[in-house]
Nanobody, 124 residues
Framework: VQLQASGGGSVQAGGSLRLSCAAS????????MGWYRQAPGNQRELVAT???????KYGDSVKGRFTISRDNAEKTIYLQMNSLKPEDTAVYYC???????????????????WGEGTQVTVSS
């Protein structure tokens, strides 16, 4: 399973960015995909996750500003980030959990896959 993230960059406070993450490989389905971020000196934290059924979860610091969406057919997720703040500066990592490799063998799955990360920098 490979996760390819794109869309990071630099923006001024109040601006917007859109991240994308596409999963590839021997994948039948993915239960949960999401974004986490890590700033220098900080632990990795939840940004947002979305299940294949459309259930979303957001970290408290991004609620109301970020929106996660998902295209199940394309195995791709998106993160629309609006009203960006300098404290949003971090490396953003794409995550996939409960990846099923087969449509006929429910025991064939893997967990906790990570992409390489994409830098988001917000200047004041």
């Amino acid at each position: 399973v490979q996760l390819q993230a794109s869309g990071g960059g630099s923006v001024q406070a109040g601006g917007s960015l859109r991240l994308s993450c596409a999963a590839s490989g021997r994948i039948f389905s993915i239960v949960t995909m999401g974004w986490y971020r890590q700033a220098p000196g900080n632990q990795r934290e939840l940004v947002a996750t979305v299940t294949s059924g459309g259930v979303v979860k957001y970290g408290d610091s991004v609620k109301g500003r970020f929106t996660i969406s998902r295209d199940n057919a394309e195995k791709t997720i998106y993160l629309q980030m609006n009203s960006l703040k300098p404290e949003d500066t971090a490396v953003y990592y794409c995550n996939a959990d409960m990846v099923y490799f087969s449509d006929y063998d429910p025991s064939s799955y893997g967990m906790h896959y990570w992409g390489e990360g994409t830098q988001v920098t917000v200047s004041s």
